[in-house]
Nanobody
Framework: VQLEESGGGVVQAGGSLRLSCATS????????MGWFRQAPGKGREFVATITWNGDTTDYDDSVKGRFTISRDNAKNTAYLQMNTLKPEDTAVYYC???????????????????WGQGTQVTVSS
């Protein structure tokens, strides 16, 4: 399974970006999906998760109210809408897929089976 992120870039503080995570896998609609990020010198950290049907989401407290995770199973794509961006949101953002159903979806990167290559998000002050 290959996941491909897109939509990263450079934005001023207070701005918005929408990240996409696309796959050609026909099993996408059964995957739990997560977004994680990794800033320079730090470990990979949880951002948000969404269940296979999009009914339930979870967010890290640092992004709650600013970021929205969603998915379109017909397009085999997951999204991360990021609003009111802050310089501390600067990181490489990764999408990840978990094959085995579980709720709540794990917030630890090791619980995910497939990963994208990442997309850089830089927020300037």
């Amino acid at each position: 399974v290959q996941l491909e992120e897109s939509g990263g870039g450079v934005v001023q503080a207070g701005g918005s970006l929408r990240l996409s995570c696309a796959t050609s896998s026909r099993s996408f609609s059964s995957f739990g999906m997560g977004w994680f990020r990794q800033a320079p010198g730090k470990g990979r950290e949880f951002v948000a998760t969404i269940t296979w049907n999009g009914d339930t989401t979870d967010y890290d407290d640092s992004v709650k109210g600013r970021f929205t995770i969603s998915r379109d199973n017909a397009k085999n794509t997951a999204y991360l809408q990021m609003n009111t961006l802050k310089p501390e949101d600067t990181a490489v953002y990764y999408c990840a897929a978990r094959v085995t159903p579980l709720w709540p979806l794990p917030t630890t990167p090791s619980a995910y089976n497939y990963w994208g290559q990442g997309t850089q998000v830089t927020v300037s002050s």
